[in-house]
């Protein structure tokens, strides 16, 4: 390819499925399906938060404070909670050391 826009390798890619490749022996006891699942939506969400530069940790605690507050009868939005919101509080952005 001549189109020097393209990254050379995919060490980024390979970084981001760590995680993953770790925890692969411990999935093996989720005991069940719905563990399983449980653990993918939150693998997910973490590496998510990671991948828009989001402090894992802060992010969840947001969402697990703003989820229980929204009204399930109505129109469910829930585009201002995630990981590339700009509406996200601040304190959910990894901090850059000074």
């Not at 939150?42 to 998510?48: A, G, H, K, P």
């Not at 969840?60 to 590339?84: G, R, S, V, Y």
Request: hydrophobic letters at 40%.
């Amino acid at each position: 390819m001549k189109d020097g826009r393209i990254e050379i390798d995919n060490n980024r890619a390979e970084r981001s499925i760590k995680p993953f490749v770790i925890g692969r022996k411990n999935w093996l006891f989720a005991v069940s399906t719905n563990g399983a699942k449980s653990s993918a939506i939150i693998y997910s969400l973490v590496e998510t938060a990671k991948e828009n530069g989001l402090n894992p940790f802060f992010y969840l605690q947001f969402l697990f404070e703003e989820l229980p507050q929204l009204d399930m009868t109505a129109d469910l939005n829930i585009d201002h909670l995630m990981p590339w919101s700009k509406e996200l509080p601040k304190d959910c952005y990894i901090q850059k050391k000074k």
